[in-house]
Nanobody
């Protein structure tokens, strides 16, 4: 089972940028499609972006399309989420997730502990 640890969260003003990183260990990283989710209190967890095992395909939620970019480095066992033009509604806890079969992200195989992103107006 792959172990995931997120980093890079923090406080940023609207219009600013942050880059989140997720480090994986304990598994063969290239066997897993990777994703970023986010969650705010009282709301369902939202799939923000995901990337295929060899980074040949990416997908984004409409709410972040054109502003966020997901990438991975299989040599370093990392997946990043670059967030630009941040809005207050982007405020959430962001989670990294991994899944061997990416056809359904409802039940990832592994979750990170989450990192808080707060965007002030």
């Amino acid at each position: 089972q792959v172990h995931l640890v997120e980093s890079g969260g923090g406080l940023v003003q609207a219009g600013g940028s942050l880059r989140l990183a997720c480090a994986a260990s304990g598994g063969r990283f290239s066997d897993y499609a990777m994703a970023w989710f986010r969650q705010v209190p009282g709301k369902e967890r939202e799939l923000v972006a995901h990337i295929s095992r060899l980074a040949l395909a990416t997908s984004y939620a409409d709410s972040v399309k054109g502003r966020f970019a997901i990438s991975r480095d299989n040599a370093k066992n990392t997946v990043d989420l670059e967030m630009n033009s941040l809005k207050p509604e982007d405020t959430a806890v962001y989670y990294c997730a991994a899944k061997r079969r990416s056809s359904d992200w409802a039940s990832p195989d592994s979750w990170g502990q989450g990192t808080q992103v707060t965007v002030s107006s």
